[in-house]
């Protein structure tokens, strides 16, 4: 890591701190003490099982992907890619660190960089489109549940929706509709000429055409697998159907007998309202969104407060510890297949 990235997660760890302190100042230290002790410590245990078979589900999906492309890539090494990107997604805005720190993970196991850069863009599809899928579902069977008690976090949910929905049609677009993609991004780019200097805007242009020109053609290498996208895109919708239950496992945990379908339906909203915030991991709002939703569960306010704080750890704070291991464990070398 770089000093850069250690400041970053010193600064994250401090505000995470900062954020769980404001939250308890309400909070009685016995009132909360006492909610610990009467922990279901196994319901945790569970919580923590699904974060890691997160992950496990993800390794496989990078197994499936490299299956017939490398020789002997190890399970280690597939583990290794999802931790890697847990941590860099928790210390970059809009998680944008992760796929870098894939590349550069899949690169030190020696995959070919055109190789590795073709499976993750296989990969960011897939999960793109699996949360795009699971979003849609929760909006046919829990928005009016979100709608009729948090107007503002509803607009929220739905913002975040557009966004997904129009990074998946921006991919698919460049997959199918090469020359139409390209037109409208000049198209799209003309008002600038009205306020940037023209060799800005060209140079914008000129990256933006360089970027669609790499993805078209890794693009032409997954079309003809669709048995492997099909595979892929089952084992991510598992995937993440672990990470949005981790909150149900906390609240049971808590002593609490919330529905299932209700928690993994306010789950998925948060997470849409997560990739909203700029600040790396949602910091902020991801606890005002948590504490928000789940109120409707929770009246106590100390056992929500506690909630929040184990959520925010099993979904947020464990992955970037674990992630550090797992950037220092030294990967197996494996060969190309020709």
């Not at 805007?201 to 996208?229: A, H, P």
Request: hydrophobic residues 55%; aromatic residues 14%; glycine residues 8%.
């Amino acid at each position: 890591m770089s000093r850069k990235n250690i400041a970053v997660l010193i600064g994250m760890l401090l505000l995470g701190g900062g954020i769980f302190a404001y939250e308890l100042r309400t909070v009685r230290l016995s009132q909360l003490l006492r909610e610990i002790a009467q922990l279901n410590w196994w319901w945790l245990l569970v919580a923590a099982g699904c974060m890691g078979l997160y992950w496990l589900m993800e390794a496989f999906v990078v197994k499936l992907l490299l299956k017939g492309r490398v020789d002997h890539f190890s399970f280690k090494n597939a583990l290794r890619i999802p931790l890697v990107e847990q941590l860099f997604n928790s210390l970059t805005p809009f998680s944008s660190g992760g796929q870098p720190a894939q590349l550069m993970a899949l690169m030190q196991s020696g995959v070919d960089g055109g190789r590795a850069s073709s499976l993750l863009l296989m990969k960011f599809i897939v999960f793109q489109a699996m949360v795009l899928i699971n979003f849609i579902l929760t909006l046919v069977f829990g928005f009016k549940l979100v709608a009729a008690k948090f107007t503002y976090l509803a607009w929220l949910v739905v913002f975040g929706f557009l966004i997904h929905l129009a990074v998946i049609t921006g991919l698919l677009l460049i997959m199918y509709w090469y020359n139409f993609t390209k037109g409208l991004v000049r198209l799209l780019l003309r008002p600038l000429h009205w306020v940037m200097a023209e060799s800005r805007v060209n140079k914008l242009e000129t990256t933006l055409n360089l970027k669609i020109d790499n993805f078209y053609r890794e693009s032409l290498r997954i079309k003809n697998q669709t048995g492997m996208l099909i595979k892929a895109s089952i084992l991510t919708f598992i995937q993440l159907i672990f990470y949005y239950s981790v909150p149900y496992f906390v609240l049971l945990a808590l002593g609490l007998q919330p529905s299932f379908m209700e928690v993994l339906v306010m789950h998925i909203m948060i997470v849409m309202i997560i990739s909203l915030f700029p600040i790396p991991g949602g910091s902020g709002g991801a606890e005002i969104s948590f504490r928000a939703l789940f109120a409707t569960f929770v009246v106590v306010n100390s056992k929500l407060v506690l909630a929040m704080i184990l959520w925010r750890f099993m979904t947020y704070y464990l992955g970037m510890f674990i992630g550090i291991f797992a950037l220092v464990v030294k990967p197996d070398k494996v060969k190309e297949i020709d």
